[in-house]
């Protein structure tokens, strides 16, 4: 079946510092994967879209240019938390989906970030 | 708008018994429908499936049920296992995008 990894799984950083997530589809091309954050005993939160070879579609409140999202390629996509604070600690998850007609959405393992 | 509601928020079952956890969506344009499982520090892992031309899909101990009519659609596990404790998230798609349900946590007491 479809896999996708995200690195890290952990990650922790000092305020003030940036921080980069990978996700990638292991076995299958990712036209567009989605951004996903989760605080505790919360649901998961779409914070944006991503569309290869294009800009990033976010989600309504979250700040564009602090959670800097690229999908360079059809494998890849990184989220990039800039100047990090500690509210932006949380469980960062992200899915794929190989394209219009892909009925079943693959999600990595999380990133848990700790901002000190 | 929250188009896919899961209003039950936490569940508990005794082992061996049946556990329902339900789900219920506004837009009658979405086509498939979606179970995941998350345990705590993972991520969501797909479950159970279902189309819209379809009322029941059953794989193993579970059924997921589709009332399209009423715009609700149902995941049942039996027997419950311990090991089936988690969030069970419901989603629903149209075209490329899916769209979740807030979670039910389910706690099977041994």
């Known amino acids: 079946g479809a896999v996708v990894s995200q690195h890290p799984s952990r990650v922790i950083c000092k305020s003030g510092t940036s921080v980069k997530i990978e996700c990638r589809s292991l076995?299958?091309?990712?036209?567009?994967m989605f951004w996903y954050r989760q605080f505790p005993k919360q649901s998961l939160m779409l914070m944006a879209t991503s569309n290869e070879g294009s800009k990033a579609t976010y989600e309504q409140g979250v700040e564009k240019d602090k959670f800097l999202i690229n999908h360079a390629s059809l494998t890849l996509s990184t989220l990039t938390v800039t100047s990090a604070h500690p509210e932006d600690s949380s469980f960062y998850i992200c899915?794929?989906?190989?394209?219009?007609?892909?009925?079943?959405?693959?999600f990595g393992a999380g990133s848990r970030l700790t901002v000190l | 708008d929250q188009q896919v509601k899961q209003n039950s928020p936490s569940l508990s079952v005794q082992e061996g018994r049946i556990s329902i956890l339900n789900c219920d969506y506004t837009?009658?344009?979405?086509?498939?429908f979606l179970w995941y499982k998350k345990y705590p520090a993972e991520g969501p892992t797909f479950l159970i499936s279902i189309s819209s031309i379809k009322d029941k899909n059953e794989d193993g101990r579970f059924t997921v049920f589709l009332n399209k009519s009423a715009k609700h659609l149902s995941l049942h596990i039996v027997p419950s296992q311990p090991g089936d404790s988690a969030v069970y998230f419901c989603a629903a798609s149209v075209g490329n995008q899916f769209y979740f349900g807030t979670g039910t946590s389910l706690t099977v007491i041994p």
């Open positions: 899915s794929a989906s190989p394209g219009s007609g892909a009925n079943v959405l693959t």
């Open positions: 837009n009658s344009m979405f086509d498939y």
């Open positions: 076995d299958f091309q990712a036209t567009t």
